[in-house]
């Protein structure tokens, strides 16, 4: 998406009214609720010069209908060619004189829009986001200009074999389910969207029960959550957007994509969802698949030569969470990769070596820690915890999380995975009978190719 966003002026706090709800929350942060369900959420960071503030809709893929699949990521981008009072050159140079950053990304489970620049500004970008999130007003022409815009983004993610095999995964995890849906949705539905469409998906999810807005840095928490009241406080309440948990199917689906010498390999399992008991399946990724003394980058990479890049973790969400192994391999090697990715899988469901758990818990708990680091990724998580959780986990309980996790624990991890069966994406150059044989190999009953 273009960068730009749009400055209401400077906001008079004497003249804001204060919120309804007040939380204070450990380590200083600061969560407050207005009347209308926006939860504003205050990370002080005093040693810091600048401010993110971020403003998180529960608003993605898996809320859409199969008719509107791609809605919301059109939602993104259009967000930013003008508003009731502001053109798309004006939002661009305002946020520009400024000096900020903006960014915006849409996902399965949210939206969001970004901004980061001089702590002192961060009451104007929190007006500036609020304007652009609740009075875009989708000009027909920009509507015109930017579908071609969006239909060269679906073209360079159709010739992408890696983000095929990932689309392919999830629907070999869960069907026809919405959970299922590419972000992108589907060049049909990008060509067919009108104004009216927006307009009406906009006042449906973009409402109070399903916003937050957070804010970290070097700001004063009253005046940081009166700049929201004022920017939020009329949103409409709504409906909470919730959907259910999805059923796992497993399964092989592949498909052919031309022009490469690879073929692209996406293979996981279901795990809990953010809500349940997930931290075991965090440290059975890390233990399996990060770092060059892992299992599948010492054996796979390192002493076998079958791949290049591989890679390990775990995608835990609100309704959902997913264990993926991705990895690029030659076709001649598919075969002997599967075997070897197999038997250590089964290897990991017997016995945990004890230097293995602890190198993998470290490594979880550090990249925790530079997650609490960076502004921009404590407020994605802190927005993810009060989507799902309705609470933030503060730092202490998220370590004490990993640091309980047992040798036993992570086995039986891995043990449950091989249970439920394995899903894969394939997508590459894939030789004849790769999906039937990928599919005995993993113990999957199961193959389907993909036109």
């Not at 008079?12 to 450990?26: G, L, W, Y």
């Not at 007006?127 to 930017?146: C, K, N, T, W, Y």
């Not at 927005?383 to 999380?401: C, K, P, S, W």
Request: with cysteine; net charge negative; charged share 25%.
């Amino acid at each position: 998406m273009p960068p730009g966003a749009e400055e209401r002026g400077r906001i008079d706090f004497a003249m804001i009214t204060s919120q309804k709800h007040r939380t204070e929350t450990p380590a200083n942060a600061v969560l407050a609720t207005l009347d209308n369900g926006v939860r504003v959420v205050v990370l002080p960071l005093p040693h810091l010069a600048t401010a993110n503030v971020s403003v998180f809709v529960r608003s993605g893929s898996q809320h859409e209908s199969p008719r509107l699949n791609g809605i919301s990521h059109v939602m993104e981008h259009m967000a930013f060619k003008g508003t009731r009072t502001r053109d798309c050159q004006q939002i661009n140079l305002d946020a520009e004189r400024l000096g900020a950053e903006v960014n915006a990304h849409t996902d399965k489970d949210h939206t969001a829009f970004h901004m980061r620049g001089h702590a002192r500004d961060a009451a104007t970008f929190i007006a500036m986001l609020g304007d652009i999130v609740q009075h875009s007003i989708f000009p027909e022409d920009e509507l015109v200009r930017e579908r071609q815009v969006l239909l060269q983004e679906y073209a360079g993610d159709e010739d992408d074999p890696m983000a095929t095999a990932f689309k392919l995964f999830d629907r070999a995890c869960y069907g026809e389910h919405s959970a299922a849906q590419p972000v992108i949705g589907s060049r049909a539905n990008i060509r067919r969207f009108t104004r009216d469409d927006l307009l009406a998906f906009v006042a449906g999810q973009y409402t109070g029960l399903n916003t937050i807005v957070g804010i970290a840095g070097c700001v004063e928490p009253d005046l940081t959550v009166a700049a929201a009241q004022a920017a939020f406080g009329n949103m409409p309440r709504g409906e909470a957007n919730r959907i259910a948990a999805p059923s796992y199917v497993g399964g092989v689906r592949s498909r052919r994509v031309p022009g490469g010498d690879q073929v692209h390999i996406v293979l996981g399992f279901p795990v809990p969802a953010l809500a349940d008991e997930h931290d075991a399946f965090r440290v059975a990724a890390a233990l399996f698949g990060e770092g060059m003394s892992s299992p599948l980058l010492d054996r796979v990479r390192e002493r076998r030569g079958l791949v290049y890049h591989a890679d390990c973790y775990t995608d835990v969400r609100d309704v959902f969470g997913q264990f993926i192994v991705e990895a690029s391999t030659m076709p001649e090697h598919l075969d002997e990769f599967c075997v070897e990715l197999t038997r250590l899988l089964h290897q990991q469901a017997e016995v945990i070596a004890p230097v293995d758990l602890e190198r993998a818990r470290n490594q979880v708990t550090v990249r925790t820690l530079f997650g609490q680091e960076a502004p921009e990724e404590r407020l994605e998580r802190v927005a993810a915890d009060l989507f799902a959780l309705g609470r933030m986990r503060t730092q202490e309980e998220l370590l004490a999380g990993i640091a309980a996790v047992s040798g036993d624990q992570v086995r039986e991890a891995f043990a449950q995975m091989l249970d439920a069966g394995v899903a894969v994406g394939l997508a590459g150059k894939i030789a004849k009978g790769a999906e039937q044989r990928v599919a005995r190999i993993a113990g999957s009953a199961q193959a389907y190719t993909a036109t």
